[in-house]
Nanobody, 120 residues
């Protein structure tokens, strides 16, 4: 079975950092892009950042450029989302997803989310 398990969320003060992890199983991880999406209360879900099978990243949200980075470790079937200089508007449930070989903003599988709360 395909599984994507996001972890690493929590409560942090504005200006702080968090690193989210996405552990994958049940498919050929190294052949797929992995994307991070988020949904804040009362808002539509939005794409954040994606890393493709070649480890090239694509920013879906301009608001995180310069603050968030993404990386992958294929030996561990894991993708990391490093979030620095966090702002209260980054508060959301963050989801990792599986896309096809390259980042397309069209995931074919969604994992469970992890809550990130940034206090002002």
């Amino acid at each position: 079975d395909v599984q994507l398990q996001a972890s690493g969320g929590g409560l942090v003060q504005a200006g702080g950092s968090l690193r989210l992890s996405c552990q994958a199983s049940g498919f050929t991880f190294e052949d797929h892009a992995i994307g991070w999406y988020r949904q804040a209360p009362g808002k539509e879900r939005e794409g954040v950042l994606c890393i493709d099978m070649s480890a090239d990243s694509t920013y879906y949200a301009d608001s995180v450029k310069g603050r968030f980075t993404i990386s992958r470790e294929n030996t561990k079937n894991t993708v990391y989302l490093q979030m620095n200089s966090l702002k209260p508007e980054d508060t959301a449930v963050y989801y990792c997803t599986a896309e096809h070989h390259y980042c397309s903003n069209y995931p074919w599988y969604w994992g469970q989310g992890t809550q990130v709360t940034v206090s002002s």
